[in-house]
């Protein structure tokens, strides 16, 4: 690693207090609004969610990664760019095709989903303090990466079979570098990104093997 925990954190600190509360405040707003929109189901529900988790991943490569990150690590110009790429592969294909659509579902299968959307926009906040990350040097949902990720891999588990792959790269290699980011500077908080890449791709995988399972 070209940093350590204090340079990184320092960066945590440096970013939070730049952006202030209100794009926290907004970010919060529109996950919730993410979740309302999967539940109920509502005309242009898909459209909404996808420009969401398009605002989410482009902030995070824009502001977080290019922005701050870089200051401190190289190689966040490619984290930025590739999270740029999976903000704009929302638009695209949650605006201009019929193939990123999400269906809520009830049922064993889909708790895990649950799990990890609760878990990055409630849970992940709420451990933080407890495990000495406590405002502003603490990463935020949907403005920063990890949390973030966490979400997005929750909400593409209820994407239907004509899901587009390239979707889940971004956030499966992010799921990979954060997650073990996580172990070597003690954000703990983060250890569920590490699985959630590769538990994520397995229910999607069977998932499509059998379409009935509950």
């Not at 898909?46 to 401190?72: M, P």
């Not at 903000?87 to 019929?98: A, V």
């Not at 499966?172 to 791709?201: C, K, M, N, Q, R």
Request: proline share 5%.
């Amino acid at each position: 690693m070209p940093f350590n925990v204090e340079q990184f954190l320092e960066v945590i600190k440096n970013y939070n207090l730049a952006i202030g509360i209100l794009p926290v405040v907004i970010a919060f707003s529109l996950g919730i609004l993410a979740i309302w929109e999967l539940v109920k189901k509502k005309k242009h529900a898909d459209k909404l969610i996808n420009n969401i988790l398009a605002v989410f991943w482009i902030w995070n490569g824009a502001v977080y990664h290019l922005g701050f990150f870089l200051k401190i690590n190289p190689a966040a110009r490619i984290f930025g760019i590739l999270f740029i790429i999976q903000g704009l592969l929302f638009l695209y294909y949650g605006n201009f095709t019929s193939k990123l659509q999400y269906t809520f579902r009830k049922g064993v299968y889909y708790t895990i989903a649950w799990v990890l959307i609760v878990y990055a926009i409630l849970i992940y906040n709420i451990l933080s303090p407890f495990l000495g990350h406590v405002y502003p040097v603490a990463p935020l949902f949907g403005i920063a990466p990890c949390p973030t990720t966490i979400f997005t891999l929750g909400i593409l588990i209820f994407t239907n079979e004509k899901m587009p792959k390239v979707i889940l790269i971004v956030p499966f290699i992010w799921s990979l570098i954060g997650g073990s980011a996580s172990i070597l500077f003690g954000i703990y908080e983060d250890i569920l990104l590490l699985i959630s890449g590769v538990l994520t791709i397995a229910l999607i995988y069977f998932r499509n093997k059998s379409k009935n399972l509950k």
